[in-house]
Each structure stands twice: as structure tokens, then as C-alpha cells.
């Protein structure tokens, strides 16, 4: 893009805020201000682009190029924003996205009476460090939701960002997270539990770690890309083995009562899919 194209105003520059800067600015999005009060982070950005225009505060007229804003600051924090953004002259027109997972495009309400365009976009992606790689920013699906007019808008934007947009209710935007967690957070959880009972199981407890069962991870994760999540499904309670599965939560009592409870849980929910999915054909 030109720099006489539309660009990106982005506010907050946290872990989403500065993979969401390198990432606009490996796909040629130009970005026109940078606004992070915090300026001991002032550096991380300039070494994303020396020439980046930087502020400590919301301008009171935001550059004339400026087509998106977004928002990325924690979520106590937008509505505040949001309201200090909206006394900005150049709001009108604008498309201001927050990426909060959880808040609805209703906390945007005063910029959007301002004449922005205005909802949220949130990126599906774990932020876990300040230097995510390229690839785990392309190819990302992220949740959109608001009024007719920013969807339309936001799906474009996100088609730029080569991100895979997906319309998200507002009363269901807590489902809508629920299923992040699952994703982006609970594998961990699962990682933690098989790990410390690996190690358990040991004959020296040193000798074991995640690295041991990392491979079969990956390995599954594939399996759910390439054939979905109800064939790529195994184990005892998949196969019926219900001697295995009690001998199981058996063992799991003496280790911890609540992955004994764990384990219940996800076998039943197990079982449940073996159940219902189709033959392999």
C-alpha cells in the first residue's frame, strides 16, 4: 500500500497491540500513530519502525488518512478510551474496533454516536510473548461483532489482515470466549496434568517430561486438521474398554481427587462422541 492509502491508528501496545503493529506492517497495512501512555514500551516500538508516529495520549484530531482504530488496551480500560477517543475530530467515518474477547460492541456506544463505525474484532490467537512468529498471525480466524454496517467492514479488514472472519452474536459473545478458553488455554491445563502424572509414574521422576509426550500432541493436532475432531478420537473410552477407564479413575484417587473428576468428565464426553460420529469410510 501507498502511504496515500487508508491506514491504522492503533492504541495500546501490549502483547495483542504490538504482534497486531509488526503484523499490519509485514502485510504493507500503514499505520499513522501508535498511542501507548506507557513509554517505557515506546522502544519495543520503535523497533518495529523507527518512523512510526508515536503518542502518549489520544490526539484531539486524528490523522486525516486514518480509515481503521483499534484498540487494543485491557478491557477495563476501553469504554474509557473509547469515550476519550470519541472527542477526537476525525472519528466520523472510522472503523474502531476493540479486541477484547469478552466485551460487546456496546461499550464502543459513545464513539459510534460520535459517527465511527464501530464493534469488535478479536483475533483467535494465544499472545504469549511480544514477538509472535508471521505464521501464527496469518491464517487466524477472529471473532466479529456489531451492527450490519462494521461487520461488512470489519470482514473486509480482516480479509486484509488475511485473518478468517467469523460473525459472532453479541448475547452469545460469552459462548464465543468460552470456546477460546477451550482452546487456547485448557490444552495447556491438560499438558500440565499429563506431565505430573507421567512423572509419577517414572521410575525416577527426573527422567520424565512433557517432551515425551509432545510428539503424540502434535501428532493428534494434526489428526484433527486433516480428518476433524470425532475421528481423530481414541482411547479407552472411545474403544468401550470400561475395565481401563475405571482402573483409571482408580489410580487417579491417589494421586489427585479432581483429575480423577477430570478424567470422568472427559471420558463421558468421550464416549458421548464416539457415539455419535459417522463411520470411516
Not at 131 to 157: V, Y
Not at 188 to 214: C, F, G, K, N, Y
Request: glycine share 8%; hydrophobic share 45%; aromatic share 4%.
Amino acid at each position: 500500500m501507498s502511504n496515500g492509502e487508508h491506514s491504522l491508528i492503533l492504541i495500546g501496545a501490549g502483547r495483542v497491540g504490538i504482534n497486531l503493529l509488526r503484523h499490519c506492517l509485514r502485510i504493507g497495512l500503514p499505520v499513522s500513530l501508535v498511542v501507548e501512555r506507557d513509554v517505557s514500551r515506546h522502544t519495543v516500538i520503535r523497533n518495529c519502525d523507527p518512523s512510526l508516529t508515536l503518542s502518549t495520549v489520544i490526539p484531539d484530531s486524528l490523522p486525516g488518512n486514518a480509515r481503521y482504530c483499534a484498540l487494543t488496551v485491557p478491557d477495563g480500560a476501553v469504554a474509557e478510551v473509547a469515550h476519550r477517543l470519541s472527542l477526537s475530530t476525525g472519528t466520523a467515518g472510522c472503523i474502531i474496533f476493540h479486541c477484547s474477547g469478552t466485551l460487546t460492541s456496546d461499550v464502543l456506544a459513545v464513539p459510534a454516536a460520535a459517527g465511527g463505525i464501530a464493534g469488535g474484532i478479536h483475533p483467535m490467537q494465544s499472545f504469549s510473548s511480544d514477538d509472535l512468529p508471521a505464521s501464527m498471525l496469518t491464517g487466524i480466524g477472529c471473532g466479529i461483532e456489531g451492527d450490519e454496517q462494521f461487520c461488512r467492514e470489519a470482514t473486509k479488514l480482516a480479509m486484509m489482515l488475511q485473518w478468517r472472519p467469523l460473525r459472532i452474536q453479541a448475547e452469545h459473545k460469552a459462548l464465543y470466549h468460552a470456546a477460546n478458553v477451550f482452546a487456547g488455554n485448557f490444552p495447556t491445563v491438560l499438558a500440565s496434568i499429563a506431565e505430573r502424572l507421567l512423572r509419577a509414574s517414572a521410575s525416577d521422576a527426573s527422567d520424565a517430561s512433557l517432551a515425551h509426550l509432545l510428539p503424540m500432541m502434535r501428532a493428534v493436532m494434526q489428526r484433527i486438521d486433516e480428518v476433524g475432531v470425532a475421528q481423530a478420537l481414541t482411547g479407552p473410552a472411545v474403544r468401550g474398554d470400561h475395565e481401563t477407564v475405571q482402573h483409571h479413575l482408580d489410580i487417579l484417587d491417589t494421586i489427585e481427587p479432581d483429575f480423577h473428576r477430570v478424567y470422568d468428565i472427559l471420558s463421558d464426553i468421550a464416549g458421548g462422541m464416539a457415539r455419535d460420529r459417522q463411520p470411516e469410510v
